[in-house]
C-alpha cells in the first residue's frame, strides 16, 4: 500500500471538541470544524430499536441525566435525555445525535468513526453504519475504526473501499499482520507506547500512524518529534495553535 507522508501530523478533535465542549454532541462536532481540526472523531453504538447513535460509553449514565444500557434504550427515550448540563450549564438541553445528523450536519468534515462494538454486541451494526455513511456519500471521507478486529473484519467483507483503522493499546508492530490481512488504512495507539522507529516501520509497511490522546503539554511536543501522520486530541485549539508554533 502507497501513500503520501503527511509532513505534519493531521489533527483530529476527539469525541469532537471533548475538551471545550460536550463529548460526542453537535456543538462540539461544530466547534470542531469551526477551530480548523483535520478530521473529527465519534463513537457509535445502536439503541435498542436499531439506531444508530453518537455516543461513546456503553451506557448513558456518565454522559446524561440518564441511566441504562444504550441497547436497552429505543432512541425515542434516548432523545429525551440531557447530554449537556453534565458537562456545563451553558449546554443544557444538549441531546445525543443520530449519526445522520452529524453527517448531514458537517458535510465538508472528515470522520474517524469508531465502532465501540460489532455483530457480536450490536447485531448488523457493521452494515447499519456502512448504510448511513453511503447514504450521504460520505465513503471516501470516512475511516471506520475500532478496537474490535472482528467488526473491521466485517466491514472489509461489505466493502472492498472502505478505510479500515484499528485501535490499540501496544506498539505498532505487533499489529502489522492483522492491518495487512484486513487491508487496512492506519494504526492507532497511546502515545506514550509508540517511538520514532515505530513511526518509520508503519510507514514503510504502507499504514499512516495515528497517536491517541494527545492532550499535555509533553504529549504535544513528543507527537512533534515522532510527527506521526495524525494526533486525536480533546483540545484542538491548543494542538491547532502549536502545530502552527513548530511548523518551519
Known amino acids: 500500500m502507497k501513500f503520501m507522508k503527511i509532513v505534519r501530523p493531521e489533527i483530529w478533535g476527539h469525541r469532537g471538541a471533548r475538551g471545550l465542549a460536550p463529548e460526542n454532541t453537535l456543538p462540539a462536532f461544530k466547534l470542531a470544524a469551526k477551530l ?23 451506557r448513558v449514565d456518565r454522559t446524561t441525566n440518564g441511566s441504562g444500557y444504550v441497547k436497552d434504550i429505543t432512541f425515542e427515550e434516548l432523545s ?14 444538549t441531546r445525543v445525535p443520530r449519526l445522520r445528523e452529524v453527517l448531514s450536519n458537517l458535510k465538508d468534515c472528515k470522520f474517524k468513526v469508531e465502532l465501540k462494538h460489532g455483530s457480536t454486541v ?21 475511516e471506520f475504526t475500532s478496537f474490535d478486529f472482528d467488526a473491521l473484519q466485517r466491514l472489509r ?31 492507532n495507539s497511546n502515545i506514550s507506547l509508540v517511538t520514532k522507529e515505530d513511526v518509520k516501520v508503519s510507514n514503510q509497511e504502507g499504514f499512516r500512524l495515528g497517536l491517541w490522546t494527545v492532550n499535555e503539554e509533553w504529549e504535544m511536543k513528543k507527537a512533534w518529534e515522532l510527527c506521526p501522520d495524525s494526533i486525536t486530541t480533546d483540545y484542538p485549539d491548543k494542538a491547532l495553535r502549536e502545530r502552527r508554533e513548530c511548523s518551519p
Open 36 to 58: 480548523g481540526v483535520d478530521g473529527v472523531e465519534l463513537d457509535v453504538h445502536l439503541t435498542k430499536d436499531g439506531e444508530v447513535v453518537v455516543i461513546h460509553d456503553d
Open 122 to 142: 450490536y447485531e448488523g451494526i457493521e452494515e447499519k453504519v456502512l448504510e448511513e455513511v453511503k447514504k450521504f456519500s460520505r465513503l471516501d471521507k470516512v
Open 157 to 187: 467483507e461489505l466493502e472492498a473501499r472502505a478505510s479500515l483503522g484499528l485501535i490499540f493499546i501496544g506498539r505498532p508492530r505487533w499489529f502489522l499482520d492483522v492491518a495487512k490481512r484486513l487491508e487496512a488504512t492506519s494504526l
Open 80 to 93: 429525551k435525555l440531557d447530554a449537556g448540563s453534565k458537562f456545563g450549564s451553558q449546554w443544557s438541553g
